[in-house]
Nanobody, 117 residues
Framework: QVQLVESGGGLVQAVGSLRLSCAAS????????MDWYRQAPGKERELVAG???????NYVASVKGRFTISRDNAKNTVFLQMTSLKPEDTAVYYC???????????WGQGTQVTVSS
C-alpha cells in the first residue's frame, strides 16, 4: 500500500522560509518522478516544482530562484525548500508521485502553508 506523508507546513512571515517534506512508502522510490502542487482558496491546483526520476528539476516561473526541490532516494523523501516567501505563496501544498508510462499517480494529504505580510 502506497503512503505519502507530508510535513513541514505552517505559518511564517513574509521573506521567511519553510521546508516541506513528503515521505513515501510502499513504492520503488527511485523509479518515480515527484511534483509539488499547491492550491490557494478559490483557485485551481497548480504545479509548482517537479523532479524527474533522473533528478532533473523544473519550476513554475513565480517560484524560480526562491524554491528548490530535491529528493533523497536513501530516505524515500522529496523536499521543497521555500525561501523569500510571499503572501501569494499561501496555499495547501501537495506532493504527487508518478511513473512515466503509467496512468497511476499518488498524492499526499496536503500541508497548509500560510505566509503573513
Amino acid at each position: 500500500q502506497v503512503q505519502l506523508v507530508e510535513s513541514g507546513g505552517g505559518l511564517v512571515q513574509a521573506v521567511g522560509s519553510l521546508r516541506l517534506s513528503c515521505a513515501a512508502s510502499g513504492l520503488i522510490f527511485y523509479a518515480y518522478g515527484m511534483d509539488w502542487y499547491r492550491q490557494a482558496p478559490g483557485k485551481e491546483r497548480e504545479l509548482v516544482a517537479g523532479v524527474t526520476s533522473g533528478g532533473s528539476a523544473n519550476y513554475v516561473a513565480s517560484v524560480k530562484g526562491r524554491f528548490t526541490i530535491s529528493r533523497d532516494n536513501a530516505k524515500n523523501t522529496v523536499f521543497l525548500q521555500m525561501t523569500s516567501l510571499k503572501p501569494e505563496d499561501t496555499a495547501v501544498y501537495y506532493c504527487k508521485f508518478y511513473r512515466l508510462g503509467s496512468s497511476t499517480a499518488y498524492w499526499g494529504q496536503g500541508t497548509q502553508v500560510t505566509v503573513s505580510s
